[in-house]
T-cell receptor, first 113, second 114 residues
Framework: GNSVTQMEGPVTLSEEAFLTINCTYT??????LFWYVQYPGEGLQLLLK?????DKGSNKGFEATYRKETTSFHLEKGSVQVSDSAVYFC????????????FGTGTSLTVIP | ETGVTQTPRHLVMGMTNKKSLKCEQH?????MYWYKQSAKKPLELMFV???????ENNSVPSRFSPECPNSSHLFLHLHTLQPEDSALYLC?????????????FGPGTRLTVT
């Protein structure tokens, strides 16, 4: 089957610290992979995506690389800001699966000044 | 500007009430979705519409009734809900039939059932 596993939160970091949020997946075939971010009181916003192995998605200083060999799509940022405080969701869409999405449980990040 | 709007943003209803949630997308997409977001649980896909036709119904109780009159509008009609139905209901849209196309979400309706 298809599923996404994210690291448990919450995560608390000081401003300018390095961020890693782990995401691994199980899928048939080669899915597309996504990271979404949800700020308080808002819906989910696409942060970045990768559609094939070894692709790197990047946006707003965040990066994630599609690793087929480890079935992972870890989110990283070199220097977090207070404004990055939010909940981050990893998701996959199976190849040939139409428009079905599978989301992880989300990882809450708080960045303190 | 997400391009997907939802109304109302907050709703409190009793278990015997009937209410409707509305979603509208301004992105020219042809697939729309309802999700339920509860604390400490993954997003639950409820319904999927492709080109106004329902293609997914993930074992959702009949007290939730979707309606998609056109590709831009999606409704969720609610009746005789239970307190455990209290959650954030998210609407999303995308281009259809491609796994690489991202979904765009609205801000959600925070529903409280008393």
């Amino acid at each position: 089957g298809n599923s996404v596993t994210q690291m448990e939160g919450p995560v608390t970091l000081s401003e300018e610290a390095f961020l890693t949020i782990n995401c691994t997946y199980t899928a048939t075939g080669y899915p597309s992979l996504f990271w979404y971010v949800q700020y308080p009181g808002e819906g989910l916003q696409l942060l970045l995506k990768a559609t094939k192995a070894d692709d790197k998605g990047s946006n707003k200083g965040f990066e994630a690389t599609y690793r087929k060999e480890t079935t992972s799509f870890h989110l990283e940022k070199g220097s977090v800001q207070v404004s990055d405080s939010a909940v981050y969701f990893c998701a996959l869409s199976p190849l040939g699966g139409g428009n079905q999405f599978y989301f992880g449980t989300g990882t809450s990040l708080t960045v303190i000044p | 500007e997400t391009g997907v709007t939802q109304t109302p943003r907050h709703l409190v209803m009793g278990m015997t009430n009937k209410k409707s949630l509305k979603c509208e997308q301004h992105l020219g997409h042809n697939a729309m979705y309802w999700y339920k977001q509860s604390a400490k649980k993954p997003l639950e896909l409820m319904f999927v519409y492709n080109f106004k036709e329902q293609t997914e119904n993930n074992s959702v109780p009949s007290r939730f009734s979707p309606e998609c009159p056109n590709s831009s509008h999606l409704f969720l009609h609610l009746h005789t809900l239970q307190p455990e139905d209290s959650a954030l209901y998210l609407c999303a849209s995308s281009r259809a039939d491609q796994s690489s196309y991202e979904q765009y979400f609205g801000p959600g309706t925070r529903l409280t059932v008393t």
